[in-house]
């Protein structure tokens, strides 16, 4: 069964003042190859310890990182990709832009695969040549322009230049115009180029990839989405302080920072971005044979005190609650009820977020 919710946006309730309408139905997935022009769609692809989303727009896809645990999740998220094109054939194949987080395998270990297997016509990444990632993320830079690939780099200093608040786009970082609804992709933070005066260690700028994650915000009318890499909390209250007073990071749909990291998440940056639902890509807790140390279990995601966080800021519940596995740290794990709209892969499989252009969200969750 597929338990469907549907939503409406925060800014269609201050306007429309209705309430949530809970329905639970039965469909298969393939339903999602209805192309309509006022929907998105989010497929959050269930990819283990790392992080792949595919935004699939009415006329484009796009997708943000190409993570993989293994080679068996590496194949799935090619599965995916393949049967969502199949299902899509007017997209050809094709994705029209690919955004990598940051230079961590978690975030491109199956980069090459997905650049072998389709289409890329852009590719941005955080421009660092250093982290577990760095032999992916630089070979597709360096093999982009025969590919016919279009790149390119923004760092944080670019993005928030003269003390622009924003954020940047342009015809790279969002390349997605339908015939009927123009979406909108922002930057809001990306590599930073000189250490912060403040908030910041030496290994926190140096020594910490995930400091130097890229910030994107989707928009698709009144919806709203939002994706943070790992972005830890030295970067994450940078950005969050920038941008006080603004409605940049507020978004209806969080996927939340760094696998669900106690130090990815925090009351301030959750304050700013006021999630109604949140979004949590890792492994199963039990994964100890499976990607070497790069699993769940040697992490302890999620932690607990991060959904505890996130149980405190998003206010809507779940179709019914579910007992799951929290980390109170690395290798320790114990059973923890999650009643609010907190997903993530490990739960719910391969989740895929419905979303309308007049901010109606619909959530599909399957199990592999």
């Known amino acids: 069964m597929i338990i469907t919710i549907i939503h409406i946006s925060k800014s269609t309730l201050m306007k429309t003042k209705f309430f949530l309408l809970l329905i639970v139905s039965s469909f298969l997935f393939g339903s999602l190859s209805a192309q309509e022009n006022d929907v998105m769609y989010v497929h959050y692809i269930n990819v283990g310890q790392a992080n792949a989303a595919l935004l699939e727009f009415p006329c484009g896809a796009v997708l943000i990182d190409a993570g993989a645990q293994d080679k068996a999740t590496t194949q799935h998220l090619i599965d995916y990709l393949d049967d969502f094109f199949a299902r899509r054939k007017d997209l050809h194949r094709t994705l029209d832009l690919v955004y990598v987080t940051h230079c961590h395998l978690d975030h491109n270990a199956a980069l090459a695969a997905v650049a072998d297997s389709f289409k890329i016509v852009r590719y941005i990444d955080n421009g660092q040549q250093t982290g577990s990632g760095k032999t992916n993320q630089l070979k597709l830079e360096r093999e982009a322009?025969?590919?016919?690939?279009?790149?390119?780099?923004?760092?944080?200093?670019?993005?928030?230049?003269?003390?622009?608040?924003?954020?940047?786009?342009?015809?790279?970082?969002?390349?997605?115009?339908?015939?009927?609804?123009?979406?909108?992709?922002?930057?809001?933070?990306?590599?930073?180029?000189?250490?912060?005066?403040?908030?910041?260690?030496?290994?926190?700028?140096?020594?910490?990839?995930?400091?130097?994650?890229?910030f994107i915000k989707v928009l698709f009318g009144k919806?709203?989405?939002?994706?943070i890499g790992d972005g830890e909390i030295a970067e994450m209250n940078t950005v969050t302080n920038y941008y006080n007073g603004t409605d940049a990071l507020d978004v209806d749909v969080l996927m939340v920072g760094h696998h669900g990291a106690k130090n990815a998440t925090t009351h301030n940056f959750l304050d700013a971005v006021t999630p109604?639902?949140?979004?949590?890509?890792?492994?199963?807790?039990?994964?100890?044979?499976?990607?070497?140390k790069f699993n769940t279990y040697n992490y302890g995601h999620p932690t607990d005190?991060?959904?505890?966080?996130?149980?405190?800021?998003?206010?809507?519940?779940?179709?019914?609650?579910?007992?799951?596995?929290?980390?109170?740290?690395?290798?320790?794990?114990?059973?923890?009820?999650?009643?609010?709209?907190?997903?993530?892969?490990?739960?719910?499989?391969?989740?895929?977020?419905?979303?309308?252009?007049d901010g109606k969200y619909r959530t599909q969750l399957s199990s592999n």
């Open 145 to 214: 322009a025969a590919r016919g690939i279009q790149y390119a780099t923004y760092p944080y200093e670019t993005i928030t230049n003269g003390g622009n608040k924003k954020g940047l786009t342009n015809m790279i970082i969002d390349p997605i115009k339908c015939e009927t609804i123009d979406p909108k992709i922002i930057l809001y933070s990306g590599a930073f180029t000189t250490k912060p005066a403040t908030g910041w260690t030496k290994d926190d700028f140096e020594n910490n990839g995930n400091n130097h994650s890229l």
């Open 305 to 357: 005190s991060a959904l505890n966080m996130l149980a405190a800021h998003v206010p809507y519940k779940r179709s019914h609650p579910i007992t799951v596995k929290a980390g109170l740290k690395a290798k320790t794990f114990i059973d923890v009820t999650v009643s609010k709209r907190i997903y993530a892969t490990p739960w719910d499989g391969d989740i895929v977020i419905r979303a309308t252009s």
């Open 276 to 292: 109604n639902y949140a979004v949590i890509s890792c492994g199963q807790w039990d994964d100890s044979t499976s990607g070497g």
């Open 223 to 227: 919806a709203s989405f939002l994706f």
